[in-house]
């Protein structure tokens, strides 16, 4: 056998992963074969005999959200980006870890690349990684989000040019200047996708006296959200079902593209005043390279229709959707895993 065949043979059999422990959803991606898992980070937990147990993880566990018994709870562990619950959280990235990779095929356990919020403490990256190595990996290597985002987006971060990168995640919005393979200035706001359904959630009991669940509005969302108001009417239109406030029986609403822009108008203007703050922070040189190359936008925050049209106005530089917004972080950590030596410089250890 060929010394490339067999190089090639390791890396399908290889154990090493990259992960991307998101708010929302955690992405595994297994070295040599791409991203294998994307799931949502959520756990539910039930109790028997007084004693709590992990019954499920990711899809399953999301699909119990709002709709579990007295004795089973469906939770996020992650809050803004970083560990709210250490436990569940070590037990999610277990299963997670055993969903992506068989175990059976290898003698040790995997090299993990682990991304964290650039805002994060040192005690918070320190509860990562040792999720991580409670997960039985032989080295974890830890990496700051937007740098994953900006590699997985094709920005040339190794260069001695400015690149800028706004990876709008499920709980954060995280802006970085970044240039020679390091983050000249971050910003990390608490603004993202969860805080996008809780404005419509918001909204929708506001003014129309509807209690709807974060699936509802996430779909909602999805479906006809976007960061500014249509021209000319209501814009496109959707049925909303809850539970009726004032006379407690369920529901069904209509509500309209405009509505939805409304009730995102303050998490959008706080995604806008991350980005003029962190240009305000950027050096001269650095900011000349920006008017060059403009912004990037990643994470799933970035597919909300016309916000790139909304920072484009409010900075008048070029704004652009990376073409795999929604992977771009995984793929970034994926490629450090891939290309350690090139990477090194990037990648960090707490011990």
Not at 107 to 112: D, E, L, V
Not at 278 to 283: G, I, N, P
């Amino acid at each position: 056998m060929t010394g490339k065949r067999l190089k090639k043979l390791l890396n399908i059999f290889s154990s090493d992963l990259a992960i991307d422990l998101g708010t929302a959803n955690t992405l595994v991606y297994v070295k040599g074969r791409g991203v294998v898992l994307n799931e949502p980070s959520v756990v539910a937990i039930g109790e028997s005999r007084g004693k709590k147990q992990v019954i499920a993880v990711g899809n399953e566990a999301k699909q119990m959200l709002g709709k579990t018994p007295g004795q089973i709870q469906a939770i996020r562990p992650l809050k803004n980006g970083v560990i709210a619950d250490f436990d569940v959280a070590e037990e999610m990235i277990k299963r997670f870890i055993a969903k992506a990779v068989d175990h059976h095929w290898f003698s040790r356990g995997p090299m993990i690349v682990i991304c964290v919020p650039s805002g994060s403490t040192a005690v918070e990256r320190r509860a990562i990684q040792e999720a991580a190595e409670n997960s039985h990996a032989r080295k974890v290597f830890l990496i700051e989000e937007p740098m994953a985002a900006a590699i997985g987006a094709g920005l040339p971060v190794n260069e001695p040019s400015g690149s800028m990168v706004v990876d709008i995640g499920g709980g954060t919005t995280e802006v970085a200047v970044m240039s020679l393979g390091g983050i000249v200035y971050a910003r990390s706001e608490p603004v993202g996708g969860d805080r996008m359904d809780e404005a419509i959630v918001s909204y929708i009991r506001r003014n129309h006296n509807l209690l709807i669940g974060e699936s509802s509005a996430e779909r909602i969302k999805k479906i006809i959200g976007a960061a500014v108001m249509p021209g000319k009417g209501d814009g496109e239109k959707m049925p909303v079902k809850g539970r009726d406030l004032m006379h407690g029986v369920p529901k069904e609403i209509i509500i309209t593209e405009r509505q939805v822009a409304d009730a995102l108008s303050e998490p959008v203007a706080k995604i806008v005043e991350a980005v003029k703050v962190a240009l305000e922070h950027t050096d001269p040189e650095l900011a000349s390279d920006i008017v060059d190359k403009g912004i990037m936008l990643t994470g799933g925050g970035a597919l909300l229709r016309r916000l790139d049209d909304v920072l484009r106005a409010a900075t008048g530089l070029p704004v652009s959707v990376a073409e795999n917004a929604l992977l771009c972080v995984a793929l970034g950590t994926g490629k450090a895993l891939e290309e350690v030596n090139k990477f090194e410089n990037i990648l960090s250890s707490m011990y």
